[in-house]
């Protein structure tokens, strides 16, 4: 008889101790997974959105004007492409009326380590500099027109170190007397100009999923509507509005590589 | 005859207490149900929220796999470059916009011998030979400089007489701030 009245009172502890042990445990985990719940539909909502705004830049970059296009892989290409580089010196150079007395290309080890074209499938491509340094021999105006050249490279340059040595005896300009006019020769100078160009490899087993994941700022930026086009219109009117177009080899083959001829 | 009361009280109390004591069985039962109950509910409640995930957490990379076609791939590599771009477009100094600055603050009768550009962070360095006729002559090109919006200070490093002995050679030394 005492049992049966003592029934409820253990009844209710029983009760009590299985909502502090079971259920207060289970109602943790079931507020962890609704909070997570509520993350991943967040997270859906934003990939959505951030889908269809990439499907517009993705029509945003099939418009671009191919000149447009050009001018942003010219800038920073996906190879070192040295034959390009230098082709674009030397139109620098004769533009502005220098001579090319050197060309030198700095950190080549530090810089080309690694196979090329091979990639790891995770890694990001990183931006690789090259310091390039150009010695040129001319009058004054024609250096700074050359290194004025060399600022508005297609190829994004940026300068380290400038040298610009007067020549002995021909710092002052002499004046050449005709008989109906002075002609002043300008002096010579020796102009060193010294810079970086940069290449980035561009793989194409990145996995987008990954970027997502690691919360990657490029791949941030365009889920967050933020296609960049307005900077190739800042490049074109600092640095340059004309896109480089790089040279054919023409022609090649011969018997006697060691003649001109 | 005396009477006899044969039952005890306890006895006597038998039924009302036979009443409570199923009460109590009843209300027990019922608290431990309540407890069960609410035990499972949250129990279904969360392999349901779990269910759910699951599937968002599918949908997710479905939309991710989507994602990974070679259009996004080039449109990634296209904004990666613009935005190295403009990182190093914020950090260039045009070096012929400060020796253009340089030639508007140069007085007639100096003559450069050399002239030197350090890129430093945020800041390049001139250093300058030049030659001109006397020390006051070197004093106005100081100030000239000076005059300049972009370099906070010039310093005079050195100054002979040159070579030829012709004139004043100077060395100075001033700082250009970034120059877009």
Do not use: C
């Amino acid at each position: 008889m005492k049992l049966k009245i003592l029934f409820f009172p253990i009844a209710l502890f029983v009760a009590f101790m299985v909502t502090i042990f079971f259920t207060k445990p289970e109602w943790d985990i079931y507020s962890a997974k609704q909070e997570e719940l509520s993350q991943l539909t967040n997270e859906l909502d934003d990939l959505k959105s951030g889908f269809n705004l990439i499907k517009n830049a993705t029509k945003k970059l099939e418009n671009l004007n191919p000149d447009q296009e050009s001018l942003v892989q010219n800038a920073i290409p996906d190879l070192e492409n040295d034959d390009n580089f230098l082709a674009e010196i030397h139109k620098s150079a004769e533009r502005s009326g220098v001579f090319i007395v050197s060309t030198k290309v700095k950190n080549a080890k530090l810089t080309r380590t690694g196979t090329p074209g091979v990639v790891p499938i995770i890694t990001k491509p990183v931006l690789q500099s090259v310091e390039a340094k150009i010695t040129v021999m001319g009058a004054y105006i024609d250096i700074a027109e050359f290194i004025k050249e060399v600022d508005s490279h297609n190829r994004l340059t940026t300068p380290r170190e400038l040298m610009i040595i007067g020549q002995d005896g021909t710092t002052e300009a002499p004046v050449v007397e005709s008989e109906e006019v002075q002609t002043v020769i300008n002096a010579t100078v020796k102009g060193e100009v010294t810079f970086k160009f940069y290449k980035k490899v561009k793989n194409d087993k990145l996995q987008i999923a990954s970027l997502i994941r690691a919360s990657d700022p490029v791949i941030k930026s365009l889920l967050n509507g933020q296609f960049k086009t307005g900077i190739i219109e800042n490049y074109q009117d600092k640095v340059t509005r004309e896109v480089f177009r790089p040279i054919g080899a023409g022609s090649a083959g011969k018997v006697d590589i060691f003649s001109k001829e | 005859m005396a009477k006899i009361n044969l039952k005890s009280n306890e006895m006597s109390s038998r039924r009302p207490n036979s009443q409570g004591s199923n009460k109590s069985l009843l209300l027990g039962i019922l608290s431990l149900a309540i407890g069960l109950a609410a035990f499972g509910m949250v129990r279904y409640l969360s392999i349901q929220t779990e269910s759910i995930s699951e599937d968002t957490r599918a949908e997710i990379a479905q939309i991710e796999n989507q994602m990974n076609n070679d259009n996004v791939k080039k449109l990634y590599d296209f904004q990666d470059r613009l935005i190295e771009i403009e990182g190093l477009m914020s950090n260039k100094d045009m070096q012929s916009s400060i020796l253009g600055k340089i030639e508007n603050h140069t007085l007639a009768p100096t003559v450069f011998r050399k002239v030197e550009f350090e890129t430093l962070v945020g800041k390049t360095q001139i250093e300058a030979t030049v030659i001109v006729d006397n020390h006051n002559e070197l004093a106005k090109q100081i100030e000239a400089f000076t005059l300049i919006n972009e370099v906070d200070d010039v310093y005079l490093s050195s100054s002979k007489v040159n070579k030829e002995g012709s004139g004043i050679e100077g060395q100075i030394v001033f700082f250009f701030k970034e120059i877009k």
